[in-house]
């Protein structure tokens, strides 16, 4: 499923990479040395709850939304690139793009928060969560 909650979160993407002080070429050397293994259910889980952590105590210090999430999620891809190859075992053996990577991380991280820290979501955001939830689960029944 392709979910873009905010169109404004390039930028912020971007900055969480010069604040990481990563960037993808970097990570690409360190790939090509390595045999790297698709992020398993347990990874993905771990990720999501690390990312989604940051993203709270973000916002609990006022940090605004696309800033806050842009930056996660960038961190989240990182962590799947960097470690997996950006390789998900639920994907399959395709390597996925930076922007499935980015949209799933983004998705993620907002479903874990409204769990952890539900004042911290927008009730826009929160409405656009729970409406593509509700669309997934039609499709998965009808097939």
């Known amino acids: 499923m392709t979910f873009r909650l905010l169109s404004s979160l390039l930028p912020a993407f971007i900055v969480g990479q010069s604040l ?13 040395s390595l045999k790297l293994k698709p992020a ?14 940051y993203f709270c105590n973000a916002r609990t ?32 053996k395709k390597k996925l793009t930076n922007k499935q990577l980015f949209s799933g991380a983004e998705f993620q991280i907002v479903t874990a928060a409204m769990e952890y820290c539900p004042k ?24």
């Open 20 to 32: 990481l002080g990563l960037a993808p070429h970097a990570m690409a050397n360190e790939e090509s």
């Open 61 to 92: 210090s006022d940090v605004e939304f696309p800033k806050a999430i842009g930056i996660a999620a960038a961190t989240y891809v990182q962590v799947l690139n960097g470690r997996h190859g950006g390789l998900v075992a639920s994907a399959g």
């Open 120 to 143: 911290q979501v927008p009730k826009k955001i929160k409405k656009k969560v729970e409406k593509a939830i509700q669309s997934q689960k039609k499709s998965r029944k009808k097939k």
């Open 40 to 53: 398993s259910k347990e990874d993905v889980y771990l990720y999501r709850g690390i990312t989604a952590s």
